[in-house]
T-cell receptor
Framework: ETGVTQTPRHLVMGMTNKKSLKCEQH?????MYWYKQSAKKPLELMFV???????ENNSVPSRFSPECPNSSHLFLHLHTLQPEDSALYLC???????????????FGPGTRLTVL | GQSLEQPSEVTAVEGAIVQINCTYQ??????LSWYQQHDGGAPTFLSY????GLEETGRFSSFLSRSDSYGYLLLQELQMKDSASYFC??????????FGTGTRLQVFP
């Protein structure tokens, strides 16, 4: 256990559905991240939240909508997804210490998403 | 662009030593991290090098040469449980982690 939990672990949805992924961290960290992991590709950073404010939106399509109500919770709202969005979606958290400082990221187990 | 290159797959037998290389080309550099990910599991942190040289943590060691934009992860006394994917990641000048494509290590008895 890394202190970061994600639900659901598996999700199958149609292209017209709306669903949400949930992430919770129990580590007292001040930054949270969404990554996409596809086969044979590097982890792709999607969104970053520092102190609940979005500081990074890595050119992600608007069909993905993040929400960070507090420093412990992070959501990823999904709507009208495409089959190519099928992937493992990983949440991570870290304690940011300023530019250049090291901040190990702790990952959740991920949500395996399949879009039909 | 930014890129990190790793071998896609490495195989070895129990008890052996294996080295996984990582070369990088990124916008700025603060350090090189290594993460391990078992099938179906979350990536977990292994090591971090900000300065040149070798860092040792038990059976695992990590090396960095900033002048060569190169690092490696060295795994000694391999065990079956070490079978996993290993990712190098660079912290760039925007404080983001840029990950490599990962190296799948298979350890055979």
């Amino acid at each position: 256990e890394t202190g970061v939990t994600q639900t659901p672990r598996h999700l199958v949805m149609g292209m017209t559905n709306k669903k949400s992924l949930k992430c919770e961290q129990h580590l007292g960290h001040n930054a949270m991240y969404w990554y996409k992991q596809s086969a044979k590709k590097p982890l792709e950073l999607m969104f970053v939240y520092n102190f609940k404010e979005q500081t990074e939106n890595n050119s992600v399509p608007s069909r993905f909508s993040p929400e960070c109500p507090n420093s412990s919770h992070l959501f990823l709202h999904l709507h009208t997804l495409q089959p190519e969005d099928s992937a493992l979606y990983l949440c991570a958290s870290s304690q940011e210490r300023g530019t250049g400082g090291y901040n190990e990221q702790f990952f959740g187990p991920g949500t395996r998403l399949t879009v039909l | 662009g930014q890129s990190l290159e790793q071998p896609s797959e490495v195989t070895a037998v129990e008890g052996a030593i294996v080295q996984i290389n990582c070369t990088y080309q990124t916008s700025g550099f603060y350090g090189l991290s290594w993460y391990q990910q078992h099938d179906g599991g979350a990536p977990t942190f292994l090591s971090y090098n900000a300065l040149d040289g070798l860092e040792e943590t038990g059976r695992f060691s990590s090396f960095l040469s900033r002048s060569d934009s190169y690092g490696y992860l060295l795994l000694q006394e391999l065990q079956m449980k070490d079978s996993a994917s290993y990712f190098c990641a660079v912290r760039d000048n925007t404080d983001k982690l840029i990950f490599g494509t990962g190296t799948r290590l298979q350890v055979f008895p």
